[in-house]
C-alpha cells in the first residue's frame, strides 16, 4: 500500500527552517536585498553556527554545503572553525534563483551532526534578474480547451449546488458562527464539488465579502481550518470532490484511487494520463473549482460584491485558475507559494514534463487575470519554487505585490510591488 499523504508536503522543503534547539546554524546573503543581483553577480553566504550539541563535544567538524536552483550546481566541504564562520561563494548563471545550504559533519566519517534528531543546518536562497524569466509557452487552443471545459462544469442543468449541516463536532468548534458543508454537482458519474462554508451568526444577509478558498495538494482528514477568514462569508474547496467528516480509511483508499501508477505514489503524476489535456487530473479538479465558485455566489450573506480567491500551493493554482475563467472575476487575489508554474522551466516538484500540461500552467491562466493580487514565495522551498512565483508574478495584470522569505512564516525579506496597493477592500 502507498503512503497515505498528508497537505502539505512540507518534508519536501529541505532545510526550509534552521534546526533551533541546542544547536543550529544561521545563513545569509551578502546583499539585505537577496533578489537585487544581476546576471553575473557573484553572490556570497555567510553560515554560522550558533551552538554546538554536546553530543559533538570534542569531536573534529567540518561544514558539508550545497548551491542548487536555476543554474549549475555546486557542493563542497570545509574544515569547522569554531567563531568562524563559513563563506560559500557562486555567480548567478542565468536569471533566477540559488539556495545555498549547510550542514554540520564529523570530520572523520563524514556523517552529519545531529540534534534532537534532526539535521543541524541552515539555508538561505537569493535572487537575479527577475523580470527576465523566461515565460512558459501556451498552447494555441487555450481558450478554446478551457471554453469547454467550464461550459461542461458549469452546465446550467444542473444545480448550483446545495447546503448541509456540518459534523457536530465540527460545528462546536466555531462558537458563533454558522457551519455547513455543500455539494455541488458535475452530472452523473463525476466527483462532485465539496467543501465547508461559514459566516458569522449575527451577519446580516447581504453584508459580508466572500472569500474562496482552495485546498493545498494531498487527502487529509477533510477538517475544518482554525485559520478561517471570520470577518467573511468563508468558502474552503476540497480538489477531490470527496465529502467531509468522513473516517480517516475512506480518505486513504480515496487517495490510492486517484495516485495509483503516479511518480512518487502522487495524482496529478501519471505519465499516460498527463499525454492529454482531456485526461490529466488537474482538468477536473479546475472543474470542480469552477463549480464551487458559482455556487459560493449564491450563498445571501454576500454583498455581491467583494470576492477573494485565495491559496497554497495547488490552492494558488486553482486560484488563478478560476479568476482567469469565471464569469465576473474575484476582487482580489491571496496566493502563497504557488505551484504548477513555469512547468518544464524550473527545478521544483511537478509532474514529468509534456506539452499537455502547458494547459494547466498557473502562468499561462495569470496572463488573463487583472485583479489586484498578492504572491508569498520563499527563497527555500524546493517543492514551490520561487522562480514559479517570480514567473507569475511577472504575468499578472493589475496591482500586485510579491513577498519573499527566507523560510515560510519568517518575516519578509524582500518585496516586488506594481501599480497601485493591492490591498482588498474590507
Known amino acids: 500500500m502507498k503512503p497515505f499523504i498528508l497537505p502539505l508536503f512540507a518534508c519536501s522543503v529541505l532545510f526550509a527552517v534552521s534546526v533551533r534547539g541546542e544547536a543550529w546554524v544561521t545563513g545569509s546573503p551578502d546583499r539585505a536585498d537577496p533578489v537585487s543581483y544581476a546576471v553575473g553577480d557573484e553572490v556570497s553566504w ?18 558539508r554545503w550545497t548551491v542548487a536552483g536555476d543554474g549549475p550546481a555546486a557542493t563542497g566541504t570545509a574544515p569547522f572553525v569554531p567563531g568562524q564562520p563559513l563563506v560559500v561563494t557562486h555567480s548567478f548563471a542565468a536569471p ?29 536562497g537569493a535572487g537575479a534578474a527577475i523580470a527576465a524569466l523566461p515565460p512558459p509557452e501556451e498552447p494555441e487552443d487555450f481558450d478554446a480547451f478551457w471554453r469547454d471545459a467550464k461550459a461542461e462544469a458549469l ?29 455541488a454537482s458535475l452530472g452523473p458519474g463525476r466527483a462532485p464539488a465539496t467543501g465547508w462554508v461559514s459566516w458569522p451568526v449575527r451577519a446580516s444577509q447581504g453584508s459580508l465579502p466572500l472569500v474562496v478558498r482552495f485546498d493545498d495538494y494531498g487527502m487529509g482528514p477533510q477538517t ?56 490529466c487530473y488537474f482538468r477536473g479538479m479546475v472543474q470542480r473549482a469552477l463549480a464551487s465558485v458559482r455556487f459560493a455566489k449564491t450563498l445571501p450573506m454576500w454583498d455581491g460584491e467583494r470576492i477573494t480567491l485565495a491559496g497554497r ?7 488563478v485558475a478560476c479568476a482567469a475563467l469565471m464569469d465576473g472575476g474575484p476582487t482580489f487575489l491571496r496566493l502563497s507559494v504557488p505551484w ?18 502547458r494547459y494547466f500552467d498557473t502562468v499561462n491562466f495569470a496572463r488573463r487575470v487583472r485583479v489586484p493580487s498578492q504572491i508569498e514565495a520563499d527563497l527555500l522551498d524546493t517543492a514551490h519554487s520561487p522562480a514559479g512565483a517570480a514567473r507569475l508574478y511577472n504575468a499578472l495584470g493589475g496591482p500586485k ?10 518575516k519578509p525579506v524582500a518585496t516586488l510591488e506594481a501599480g497601485s496597493s493591492p490591498e482588498p477592500e474590507r
Open 401 to 410: 505585490r510579491l513577498v519573499f522569505r527566507q523560510g515560510e512564516g519568517t
Open 46 to 63: 555567510t553560515f554560522r553556527a550558533e551552538k554546538i550539541p554536546p553530543s559533538a563535544a570534542g569531536r573534529a567538524l567540518g561544514w
Open 155 to 183: 452546465d446550467p442543468t444542473l444545480p448550483a449546488g446545495s447546503l448541509a449541516p456540518a459534523p457536530d463536532r465540527a460545528a462546536a468548534s466555531v462558537p458563533g458562527f454558522r457551519l455547513t458543508t455543500f455539494v
Open 313 to 319: 500551493g495547488q490552492g494558488a493554482f486553482l486560484a
Open 96 to 124: 533566477g534563483f540559488l539556495r545555498a545550504s549547510a550542514s554540520l559533519v564529523d570530520a572523520e566519517s563524514g556523517k552529519a551532526i545531529r540534534s534532537h534528531g534532526a539535521v543541524v543546518a541552515g539555508a538561505s
Open 224 to 279: 475544518f481550518p482554525g485559520d478561517f477568514d471570520r470577518d467573511a462569508v468563508f468558502v474552503l474547496v476540497h480538489p477531490h470532490g470527496f465529502l467531509p467528516g468522513k473516517d480517516q480509511r475512506t480518505y486513504i483508499d480515496a487517495f490510492n484511487a486517484i495516485s495509483d501508477g503516479g511518480h512518487g505514489g502522487a495524482y496529478g503524476f501519471r505519465d499516460a494520463e498527463n499525454t492529454r489535456p482531456e485526461t
Open 340 to 357: 504548477l508554474c513555469g512547468l518544464g522551466l524550473d527545478t521544483s516538484w511537478q509532474p514529468k514534463f509534456q506539452p499537455a500540461l
